[in-house]
Structures are given as C-alpha cells and as structure tokens.
C-alpha cells in the first residue's frame, strides 16, 4: 500500500475525529513530499536520457503545453522513441513505436493506478476497489453488453432518435447548432440509458441529467489546470476523495440516481417473485440486481448507483466526444457524404431489394440493424481516421507496479513504482507504424483504411484510442455501433452545412473541434 493508499485508508477511519483537520494536512504533507521526491530522482539512463530543463517543479511542462506536437517532434527526433521529460510535475518515460506494446502487454503496468494521480473515478464517485473489482466490471461489460450488442441493436436506434428528436425536432425543418457535442450527448445518454438502466427508466429525467453531465460537472472541480496538483499527486488525490465524499455536485447525482432507480428497483424485486409470469426485463441494471446487488444488502442501493455511475463515466462522454469528433471530419470534407450515402444504398439494396427507400420511409432508421452497420466499410474508416487524428499527445499513463527493474528491449530501464506515458502522437503519425500507402499521415484521408483489415475497434500500436492488449476498452464495440449509427441516420436524413469555418484544437486539453452548423431535413 502506497503512502496515498494508506492516507486514504486512515481518513475514512477517523474523519469525524475532532483533530481530523490537523490530521489530514500532516498526512497529506508527509504523502506528498515522499511522493514528490521519489517520483523527481532521476538516474542516468542512456538508453532513455533526459529532456533538460531550469526548474525543479515545473520542469518541461511549460514547454510541452506551449506546443505539445513541437515538444514531442523535436526531442523524439534528438532521443528517438524511448526518453524521459519531466512534465506534470515528475519524470515519466515517453515510449512511442513498437516499444509501446512492451507498456500495453506486460501485466505489472498499470493504466488505472497510473491516471488516478489526476483522474480516479473510484475516488469521484466514492467506491472502493472492494466493492466493484476491475475483473468484475470488465466482465459485465464484455459479457452482458457487448456480447448482445446485436441484440440490443433496435432498442439502441429507437432511443437515438428520441433524442435526436429532442434536438432536431420534426416540427423545424431548419436547425442552427452552435456545437454538434449536445445533440450527440442527448442521443448516446439516451441510447445508453436503455441498456443501463431500461427502457422505463430511460424515460426518467433525472437520470437522462445524470447520464448527460455528470462526468463533465465532477471532472470541473477537479481543475486539472493545477500545477501545484500536478506536481502532488497527492494532494489531488486527497481532494477527488474529498469530492467523492462531501461535494455538493457528487452528491446531487448520486441523490438523483437514487430517486430514479429507488422505485425501479422495488418493482423489479416485486416482479421477480412472480417466477414465469413475470416479464424479465432485459438491461444491465437487471443483470446488477441478480449478480451483484443482494435484496438484503441495507445498502444495496447505493452499490447500484456507484456500478451505474462507473458505467457512465467510462462510456456516455467519451463516445459522445468521439461522435462528435467523427461529425466535424465529415463536415470539413463534404464530398465523403457522397460516396458513404453511395454506400448505404448499396447495402440496404443488397439486404431489402430495390425498393429499400419507400421502406426506409415507412420504416425509418430500423433498417441499419447490427449487420447493415458492420457492412458500411467506408463509414468504418472514416471513423477510424477521424479518431486517428483525435487531438491527443503524451496520456495512457501507466504506472509500473512491478517489485523488480524492468529493462526494455532498447535498453531502457524502468524503476518499481515509475510512470510511463504512451506517445499516441508519433504512432498515430508515423508511417513506419502505420499500415497504409496513402501516406501523407497529418492529413485526413477518410477512406484510408478500406480493405486493410484495419477496422475503428481493431487496436494495435497503429492505433491507440482504445489502448491495446487484453486490457484495451471492452465496450469499444458498442462504442463504435452507437457513432456508426448516429453518422448513418444523420447523413440519410439530414443535409448538414457548416455556417463557420470548423476548428480544430492543437493544444493537448482540448479534444472537440467546434463550429456552427445548420441542419436541414431531406
């Protein structure tokens, strides 16, 4: 147990304490002045030298952050694909190339405990690693969502368009957007709403408010700006357990989901002990209720939000963004909306015979089922591409819990308890890795991956938006079904035209494109 671990563990043990305050601030100190100095030694490596730098705490982060791909182009090209920088407040070894799979594949690093010195959703929504085990959530992911993601398909279309309605509503053929992140939020918290938690619940206000901004609303106080929390981890560990526990925004949530699932919950207790007459409903809420909630755990409740509330927080926004991501590179190159329509009618053809319009007019989005959507090769590279570009740098942190140094194939050697970041950057970038001709790997070229057997959820060291390896993101399929579907719908049903030049971001804290768009139904 690390001095942070040990910390955490103390002040959940005595937080009414009268002393408590003093208390909390020792530990605090002790935790991270310990940490900050093992985590700032350096020892010369040669097979990994070091970026220099003129101060001790901030180090290199001042000239990462003025121009991250610069920092990275410039220094990889002086160390080549191993080297260490001290940025965010310690020094981390950068790995790029095919020296990353050697990060990804080795089971003693660790991705959740190497993000959670600045992001630990176990701490934000107040859960233990006792109470929901990484296996156990992997497994009901992997199992109970992916595994019927065929089945759950006309359900999930069905909830799209209810909140696509909601946004662009029938009754306006006209619709002025400010930023495409909304409508694509409303849809995916929708959809996701009725495999989570039913379709009865996906009715519920407070829930769909939940789904739609808790990650964004809880990660605003963390303030991840902070180059004092950088530097102390600890300190920043210590306040996402404070916001976990006490925060007036964490607790309105958690209070919502509870008044949305309290009735829920009960009526499904009830109906289940009516044995076959009872209509079993089919989401991951009932799966929690049979598996892992006890009827007579007292706080059975609150174990239900806090499984329901990791399940948003490592889908609802990172999809959402991805979607939007997508929308605005189909945008800035309008003549791709073409050849995917082309596409679609190929396919529905193929599946509905040549009168597949007049029965998409009757019958609307419901045609894209599962197999339809897999069929639609170009849209699939298009979305890869797009999350190829995705504005991301130096991340992927993993933390080496190893007991022993590791030395890597160059050389390279990695201390017990050190800090490796992925460099997303250059393989997304470099043409040794990736696996294409059309070169030219700063630009978007939509249809890049078409017939390389290269498809948006295959990850490999070419393509790491979703990590690598056996723990790379078990809900990437469904992921990728819900953007696959909502560009499908939006393209067929929609002519779409931006009012502004679109941007987008080349700083590393800023992910989504932006600009104006108006929406005119076909």
Not at 3 to 16: C, S, T
Not at 220 to 227: A, F, G, P, R, S
Not at 249 to 264: D, G, V
Not at 409 to 437: C, E, F, M, R, Y
Request: glycine share 6%.
């Amino acid at each position: 147990m690390s001095l942070v671990e040990f910390a955490l563990h103390r002040l959940n043990g005595f937080r009414d304490h009268p002393h408590a305050g003093p208390i909390t601030g020792a530990v605090a100190l002790v935790s991270a002045v310990a940490a900050f100095w093992y985590a700032t030694r350096v020892e010369y490596d040669p097979a990994a030298p070091l970026v220099p730098y003129k101060y001790p705490i901030l180090g290199s982060t001042k000239e990462y952050r003025k121009d991250p791909r610069a920092f990275i182009e410039k220094w990889e090209k002086i160390y080549g694909p191993v080297y260490r920088a001290h940025i965010f407040g310690r020094v981390h070894t950068i790995v790029s190339g095919h020296y990353v799979r050697e990060v990804f594949l080795n089971d003693d690093f660790d991705f959740f405990q190497g993000i959670s010195k600045m992001f630990d959703s176990t701490l934000l929504l107040n859960t233990n690693l006792d109470e929901i085990k990484a296996d156990s959530f992997r497994q009901l992911v992997t199992k109970h969502l992916t595994a019927k993601m065929k089945a759950y398909t006309p359900r999930v279309i069905e909830h799209l368009e209810m909140g696509r309605r909601e946004i662009l509503t029938e009754s306006e053929t006209s619709v002025e957007l400010a930023h495409l992140y909304p409508l694509m939020q409303n849809m995916i918290a929708k959809a996701s709403a009725s495999i989570f938690a039913g379709v009865e619940l996906a009715k519920n206000e407070d829930l769909i408010w939940v789904f739609k901004h808790m990650v964004l609303d809880i990660g605003k106080e963390i303030n991840t700006n902070n180059w004092f929390l950088e530097a102390f981890p600890s300190f920043n560990r210590l306040r996402m357990w404070y916001i976990g526990k006490y925060s007036r925004t964490s607790l309105s949530y958690r209070k919502a989901l509870m008044r949305a699932l309290e009735p829920e919950v009960a009526k499904r207790r009830a109906g289940a002990k009516l044995g076959a007459t009872w209509d079993r409903p089919d989401d991951i809420l009932q799966v929690l209720l049979e598996t892992r909630i006890s009827e007579d755990d007292p706080n059975g409740l609150e174990l239900l939000v806090k499984w329901l509330s990791n399940l948003v927080f490592v889908s609802i926004h990172t999809t959402s963004e991805n979607s939007t991501i997508v929308l605005y590179r189909i945008l800035n190159h309008p003549e791709t909306i073409q050849i995917l329509l082309e596409e679609q009618d190929e396919v529905l053809q193929r599946h509905y015979g040549p009168d597949f319009r007049e029965l998409y007019k009757e019958k609307g989005a419901q045609l894209f089922t599962a197999e339809i959507i897999k069929e639609f090769a170009k849209l699939d590279s298009v979305c890869r591409e797009a999350m190829r570009l995705r504005n991301e740098y130096l991340g992927l942190t993993h933390n080496y819990t190893g007991k022993k140094r590791l030395v890597l194939s160059n050389g390279a050697v990695i201390n017990p308890g050190h800090d490796v970041l992925i460099n997303s950057w250059a393989n997304h970038h470099t043409k040794q890795i990736q696996h294409d001709a059309a070169g030219h790997h700063d630009q978007f070229k939509p249809f890049r991956f078409v017939g390389l057997n290269r498809q948006s959820t295959k990850v490999g060291d070419d393509y790491l938006v979703f990590g690598e390896g056996k723990h790379a993101c078990p809900g990437r399929w469904f992921a990728i079904q819900e953007i696959k579907t909502i560009i499908s719908v939006l393209i067929r049903d929609y002519k779409f035209t931006p009012l502004e030049p679109i941007t987008f971001p080349t700083i590393d804290r800023f992910l989504l494109p932006s600009g104006k768009v108006r929406f005119e139904k076909k």
